[in-house]
């Protein structure tokens, strides 16, 4: 049973006649096919027991075509509107009101009142979002294999970028200088802007790459993913430049500790929420447990924010094939912030990193 198929029998089994895609990291999953519209509209009908059709912006039907997808396609012009375009293509194949599974978490309120406009009798009450997480879940053999590609340019990226560090250097420039490597190296799509934290910045975990120089006595925190096709990787290092104080060598160690634990850990049968509490316990124990202010790990795979999260209160079991993120992190505001991250994918045993990138602390003499 294909992807397509298992939408349809999902809709079958729920009493649904029509399965709205609007999300185009769902369309690619299904069809190969990935563009970002912007404000145009690209969406995928998929009917319980009828072909499913794609319609979007008139210049991208000829590329949807060339993935190989054999089931029409419907391209629109600028001036034209989409929403009625669509009804009219679902009432040719559908004359009876319709019960439609949206993906809620993805379909814009607009959008959805668009669509209630041009479908005043049709029941979009059912939510395709689990369906879509569960089915995207657990990875193939062929999407493990580009994880482990993507992994690779995230080791190449992170070493050049701790090659690029000196006393006096921005973020923002060694930031480029490691995305220029990649981009002469043919990788021309990043996962996330890439983050180059230096000294008391590092303590900002969703900070920014900025102008902010490197000092010597201080760490650098690194947080880099790349795309190969379609798959993303994420990875998390910190290195010192010099010789840093000891309370920033000490919140070293103790996420270094935390992160192996958990990665040594995991395996199928864990839980997702102890999994969290084995990393979490270590920096509990070690007082900073204050400062680890996030869940340990988030799914990845076509999207850098997939299903799971690995933290408490996730009672889900670990299988083979799901993959995630592992990644404590110590963020002390006005002295430095660590993170150390990994993503994995869960074997019949345990579980293998996609990046493989020294974690023992690296020192940048200068």
């Known amino acids: ?14 009493g649904q006649d029509i399965a709205l895609i609007t999300d185009p990291k769902t369309i690619q999953y299904l069809t190969g096919f990935y563009s970002d519209p912007v404000e145009r509209v690209l969406l995928m009908a998929i009917f319980k027991d009828q072909e499913p059709f794609i319609f979007g ?30 009804a009219d293509q679902i009432h040719a194949r559908n004359t009876d009101d319709s019960h439609f599974a949206i993906e809620k978490s993805q379909l814009q309120v607009e959008r959805l009142e668009a ?21 995207r879940l657990i990875k193939s053999a062929d999407e493990i294999e580009k994880l482990k590609i993507a992994g690779k340019w995230d080791d190449f990226a992170l070493q050049t970028g701790f090659e690029a560090v000196q006393v006096g250097k921005t973020e923002d420039q060694i930031a480029a200088d490691l995305q220029y490597a ?24 969703h900070g920014a790459t900025s102008e902010n120089k490197v000092q010597n006595n201080q760490l650098v925190l690194f947080d880099l ?11 998390s290092r910190t290195i010192a430049v010099g ?45 900073y447990g204050e400062y680890f202010i996030h869940r340990l790990g988030h799914g990845m795979g076509m999207s850098e924010h997939e299903f799971p999260s690995i933290m408490a209160g996730n009672k889900m079991e670990l299988q083979p094939g799901m993959c995630f993120s592992i990644e404590p992190g110590i963020y002390i505001p006005n002295v430095a912030g660590v993170r150390i991250e990994d993503c994995v994918h869960i074997t019949e045993d345990g579980c293998e990193p996609f990046t493989h990138t020294t974690k023992e602390l690296r020192y940048i003499e200068q």
Request: with cysteine; net charge negative; proline share 7%.
């Open 57 to 86: 912006p008139a210049l991208e039907s000829e590329a949807i075509k060339d993935t190989g997808f054999s089931s029409p396609v419907y391209g629109y012009l600028d001036h034209e509107d989409p929403w009625v375009m669509i």
């Open 182 to 205: 990649l981009m002469k190296n043919g990788i021309m799509e990043l996962s996330f802007p890439s983050l180059v934290q230096a000294g008391p910045h590092a303590a900002e975990p």
């Open 115 to 135: 669509l209630q406009q041009v479908l005043p009798n049709a029941d979009f009450s059912a939510n395709l979002t689990p369906l879509i997480e569960q089915m």
């Open 1 to 14: 049973m294909n992807k397509i198929e298992q939408i349809q029998r999902w809709l079958a089994d729920n």
């Open 243 to 287: 010789k840093p104080d000891e309370k920033s060598m000490d919140i070293y160690q103790v996420c270094l500790e935390a992160q192996l634990a958990a990665q040594e850990a995991a395996k199928p049968g864990i839980t997702a929420e102890e999994l969290d509490k084995i990393a979490r316990d270590v920096i509990t124990k070690a007082g």
């Open 225 to 235: 993913g790349t795309v190969w096709d379609g798959y993303i990787s994420d990875a």
